[in-house]
């Protein structure tokens, strides 16, 4: 079947809007993943999900980033009164397992501009 | 903390030239290390584990504990293996920490 598939791919956010991200995994994928990529610099760990369970949010800068996967599917990372600093590409990945060492497969990215 | 250092942020190399990304890390455990690629316009995707000890496209990655290192080579660079390469650290099965990546330019 299809990919990690992320929606919007892109989105213009004036500052103080709030934000929604959508991550599609693939069918049957226990773990979930998001990321953020700053411009140049590499995926920095937000937080991960095993089946619905979020088992580790150390990685969200601050309380107005949440994020939820109520069904153990579908998650949405959503971000509260954006600031510029907020602006980077939010990466979603899924895992089969959540064994350690188990391939993550990542989708495209949703590119967040905050204006 | 865990921690993942690419000392090169460009590389460039003559097509048919040996390559090698350099990727050193930190940490006090025994990590899983991982290199993923990113292609033009393309997802990031994974290369190579350290753990299968497999050969992909042609790259190689050892596992150097005492220097806390796991570069990637290869003998012979292709043009198509022009990409942005990051290297990538897992202590479990939670998160992994990436480095700040490599663009491996390979010119004709």
């Known amino acids: 079947g299809a990919g990690v598939s992320q929606s919007p791919r892109y989105k213009v956010a004036k500052r103080g809007q709030d934000v929604a991200l959508r991550c599609d995994p693939i069918s049957g994928h226990v773990s979930l993943f998001w990321y953020q990529q700053a411009l140049g610099q590499g995926p920095e760990f937000l937080t991960y999900f095993q089946n619905e369970a979020q088992l580790d949010k150390s990685g969200l800068p601050s309380d107005r980033f949440f994020a939820e996967r109520p069904e153990g599917s579908v998650s949405t990372l959503k971000i509260q009164r954006t600031q510029q600093e907020d602006s980077a590409v939010y990466l979603c990945?899924?895992?089969?397992?959540?064994?350690?060492?188990?391939?993550?497969?990542f989708g495209e990215g949703s590119w967040l501009t905050v204006v | 903390a865990q921690r993942v250092t690419q000392p090169e942020k460009l590389l460039s190399v003559f097509k048919g030239a040996p390559v090698e990304l350099k990727c050193n890390y930190s940490y006090s455990g025994s990590p899983e290390l991982f290199w993923y690629v990113q292609y033009s316009r393309q997802r990031l995707q994974l290369l190579l584990r350290h753990i299968s000890r497999e050969s992909i496209k042609g790259f190689t990655a050892d596992l150097n504990k005492g220097e806390t290192s796991f570069h990637l080579k290869k003998p012979f660079a292709q043009e198509e293996d022009s990409a942005m390469y990051y290297c990538a650290l897992s202590p479990d099965a939670g998160k992994s920490t990436f480095g700040d990546g490599t663009t491996l330019t390979v010119k004709p």
């Open positions: 990945a899924s895992s089969s397992t959540g064994f350690s060492g188990n391939t993550i497969y």
